[in-house]
């Protein structure tokens, strides 16, 4: 027709916004078309879904900015005392959908982009999530800056900023988990800020050198200074001007490159140093509850704290009180024991730069930080060579040693004569090489120590810190039960849900969202039948989304009138996906010996798992890691090759793939492993899954997070007394959750008699011997790559899958009872989701708020 067509959306819409005339036309879209023009530099007929989701995400922060310099303002003005958040961790998963929800401007995006031609859906899908964790500790940390924001808590996170995340997962079609780099970003990052004028000076190895001048100062010279830059990201809260900030270090090279080496022609001598400086944030460690004395992870702890603590002190310089005061205005927390090295060097900068006698120091220092614990994992508790220390951080060594004598001097005190007990609390563990006990150096350096929920700080006070609670008495320790964010772990999630939640309770969701515990009033709806039909079609509609997703991402067909039962989590062999996967072999077996009439009662069942295992050799891939100067001791190269848990994805592949095409059983049960599980994957799976399952052996799983979110969204709970599991049932009540195994008191006692009065398997339990001898005999293929995984069950079975299978194959079949009556199935469901109000990380902040940091909210006019 010669006449060209508008390649997008509304062409009145995009050409008034081009020429910015003044018309109808929501300054929303103008910002959106403005950032296409300007910061993009495209036009209408290039931009594609990408283009338009980091012309929203401009604009978006556009507006977050606004909020984010008056809060920061108001704090520097009133100087309340704050509180930071040390994380080496913070998987915060997508930000665009939680910005347009905390600033209330959903429905205005998704209109204004529809009118210029997209769909918000596409536009949010564009975005990489932000993978900087490995997984609950992360993950909390981040539903914890949403609830600091939300309650108007000054609190800022520090953390670094990987160039790359945690690894990508794949799964070979033989099974095996490969990996590869996670550039998350290598498209931009919309959400953070370089504040290229916010840098310190790091400094490594040199000398240590006490004056010996009367005070206990010393001075650290020489060695390489790095240079560490600040990112700020934006932290909105929900429905409130209050916009906190994470602040993200990077490392750089403090000059461009070594002018000397490059002059005497030494080219890759020049840039070497400067490579190991930026080598220092370029990778998140993937080993999750491992601890293994790698140099550049002890780097990566000391560059953090270092930089944070620097940063920290400048702000409080700035009020003008005397440091003696220090810790009226500052709280910081250390999440696990990996910022420990804060401790020491708050310690360093007192003495050696601030000049303040010893005893005056150690007060600030021991009013400033508080310490929570997330593991009782023997494996997972942090210890740093001695030798290591030494030559990374001469002058941190020595006040560490400093530290440990005068602490022991009073535990002598208090227990004279008591040689072992000297020994037990001692910070040095002897040995070859000795080691620095990590996490007794937070404990008698902080204020208050915490567990993650009740049963966990139990077996901290009574495990690992037992001790320390007999020479510093209990009311230094407590604990927390960890929380989630109702914002991402229902509204986002589970948009249908949550708003048959608002019409339901007649209160909009700005007031439940922050007073989670209103979710109370469902409780008298479990009566009313058309609420549970609706209840039910969103679950359904939920797990059909899932089907979907699964659909276009892999092309499975899911059957969605079975039931979804899924286990999403870190591979480890605490958290028993093996048991899972013998469970299923399990009822694969029974189906298989069942007539067709028997069959008919029996209820369909997809199984979901998806987890990524530690992977053995994948920092050395990346990164050319400086070598250690001495050697390292075996027992670390044990912890360097994690295949227990890779076998047990190979098997679970392995498995799906005989199942699922198995005529006689495929409509009753199938099973999938769902590849590279991120935050985004479980904002997915988690409102379609009808049962989850949190099996650890008890006494292992410090809390757990995904199982509040999984309650949260009405699904129901199949799990060991563990945890917060434990809470959870106290919550929803026992009748709605489905636990089994033993209890934690039984299992020393049971692993004591695997090693010294072993009872052979066929003898204990059959059920599992036969699944074992199935799997052993070829029905999965691969029959001698499962033998060692298969091996740890049959001896020593330091997990006790042996001792928790038959009860767990009860639970399973309690469960599958329970769902074919469905009216009372969706009235658990209901009660659950009711019942779920004390998981609201809102909570959980407001605890740290008032019992720990005495930090106070700050209305941000
Ligand atoms: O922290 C979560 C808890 O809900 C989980 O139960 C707990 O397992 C998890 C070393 C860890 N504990 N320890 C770690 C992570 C990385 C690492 O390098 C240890 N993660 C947990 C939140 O409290």
């Keep these: 027709s010669g006449k060209e067509k508008w390649p997008r959306g509304e062409e009145k819409v995009w050409k008034e916004c081009m020429r910015d005339v003044d018309t109808e036309v929501s300054s929303i879209t103008k910002s959106f078309v403005n950032h296409v023009q300007t910061s993009l530099a495209r036009q209408p007929y290039n931009l594609d879904n990408l283009g338009a989701y980091q012309a929203a995400a401009l604009s978006v922060r556009d507006n977050l900015l606004v909020n984010w310099n008056e809060t920061a303002l108001q704090y520097t003005r009133k100087a309340p005392k704050r509180a930071y958040y040390l994380s080496l961790e913070f998987l915060m998963g997508r930000t665009l959908d939680n910005a347009l929800l905390n600033l209330g401007l959903k429905d205005q995006y998704s209109q204004g982009v529809k009118k210029l031609g997209f769909s918000m859906e596409d536009i949010l899908d564009q975005e990489r999530d932000a993978a900087l964790g490995n997984g609950g500790l992360g993950r909390l940390a981040a539903c914890y800056l949403d609830s600091s924001a939300s309650q108007e808590l000054p609190v800022w996170g520090y953390g670094l900023r990987y160039k790359y995340g945690i690894f990508q997962q794949l799964i070979s079609p033989a099974g095996e988990q490969l990996e590869a780099p996670d550039p998350w970003l290598d498209n931009q990052n919309p959400w953070e800020l370089p504040r290229l004028d916010v840098a310190y000076e790091v400094r490594f190895y040199g000398h240590a050198d006490r004056l010996n001048d009367g005070t206990p100062r010393a001075v650290w010279a020489g060695g390489q200074e790095v240079l560490a830059v600040a990112y700020d990201v934006m932290i ?450 988690i409102p379609a899954s009808d049962i989850s399952q949190h099996i650890s052996t008890a006494g292992t799983e410090a809390s757990g997070t995904s199982n509040m979110k999984f309650c949260l969204n009405g699904g129901l709970l199949l799990g060991t007394v563990d945890g917060a599991n434990i809470e959870i049932a106290e919550e929803v009540g026992e009748s709605n959750v489905f636990f089994f195994g033993h209890l934690t008191p039984a299992v020393e006692d049971l692993r004591y008699q695997h090693t010294y009065h072993p009872i052979p398997i066929e003898e204990k339990c059959p059920a599992l011997a036969n699944v074992l001898n199935q799997v052993s005999a070829g029905l999965f293929g691969d029959a001698d790559v499962y033998e060692p995984l298969l091996n740890t069950i049959r001896q020593g079975d330091h997990y006790l899958l042996s001792d928790d299978f038959d009860s767990y194959i009860a639970a399973l079949a309690m469960v599958d009872e329970a769902y074919l009556d469905q009216t009372e199935w969706v009235k658990k469901s209901i009660r659950t989701t009711a019942k779920m109000g004390k998981f609201s990380s809102d909570r959980a902040i407001n605890e740290y708020a008032e019992s720990y940091w005495n930090i106070e909210a700050q209305r941000i006019a």
Excluded at 396 to 404: A, C, F, K, P, S
Excluded at 575 to 602: P, W
């Design 236 to 685: 909105p809260g929900c429905y409130t001007k209050t916009t906190n900030n994470l602040r993200l270090w990077e490392s750089k090279p403090k000059r461009g490159f070594d002018l000397n080496s490059f002059n005497a022609g030494n080219y890759e001598g020049a840039v070497e140093s400067s490579n190991s400086a930026a080598a220092i944030t370029s990778v998140l460690y993937p080993n999750d509850h491992t601890s293994f004395g790698k140099e550049l992870r002890l780097k990566q702890q000391y560059f953090w704290t270092a930089a944070s603590l620097a940063d920290i002190l400048r702000r409080f310089k700035n009020i003008g009180k005397p440091i003696t005061e220090f810790p009226d205005y500052v709280a910081i927390q250390l999440n696990d024991t990996h910022p420990t090295l804060a401790i020491p060097e708050l310690m360093r900068i007192l003495i050696d730069e601030e000049d303040q006698p010893w005893a005056t120091a150690w007060q600030i220092v021991t009013n400033t930080f508080f310490y929570t614990n997330h593991t009782v994992l023997p494996e997972a508790l942090e210890k740093w060579p001695v030798p290591l220390l030494e030559h990374l951080l001469p002058r941190h060594l020595q006040i560490i040693y400093d530290i440990n004598l005068l602490f022991l001097q009073s535990v002598e005190k208090k227990f004279p004569g008591d040689r072992d007990r000297l020994a037990r609390m001692s910070l040095i563990e002897e040995g070859f090489p000795k080691q620095v006990r990590m996490a007794y150096l937070a404990c008698i350096g902080s204020r208050k120590v915490n567990g993650v929920a009740e049963l966990h700080s139990d077996l901290v006070k009574t495990t690992i810190l037992k001790d320390f609670v007999e020479f510093e008495g209990i009311s230094k320790f407590g604990n927390v039960t960890n929380g989630i964010t109702p914002r991402r772990w229902l509204d986002q999630c589970n948009p249908e849900l949550s708003a048959l939640i608002s019409t339901t309770l007649k209160v909009d969701k700005a007031v439940w969202l922050k007073e989670l515990t209103r979710l109370e009033e469902l409780l008298p709806k479990t009566e009313d039948e058309a609420f549970r039909k609706e209840w039910a079609a969103i679950k359904q509609r939920n797990k059909e989304r899932l089907a979907h997703h699964v659909q276009t991402t892999l092309g499975l067909t899911i059957n969605t009138k079975a039931m979804f039962d899924v286990q999403i989590k870190r591979l480890h062999e605490y958290k028993r996906q093996t048991l899972n996967i013998l469970g299923v072999i399990h009822r694969y077996l029974t189906l298989k010996n069942m007539t067709a009439e028997e069959k008919k009662k029996v209820n369909p069942r997809v199984v979901f798992f998806a987890g990524k295992a530690a992977p053995a050799y994948y920092i050395a891939k990346l990164v050319s890691a400086p070598s250690l100067p001495l050697p390292l001791p075996l027992y670390f190269i044990a912890w360097l090759t994690p295949f227990g848990t890779h076998q047990t994805i190979r098997l679970i592949v392995n498995v799906a793939r005989i199942i699922n095409e198995d005529p006689d059983t495929k409509d009753l049960l199938s099973l999938y492993f769902l590849p590279d599980y991120s935050v985004s994957l479980a904002e997915v799976l």
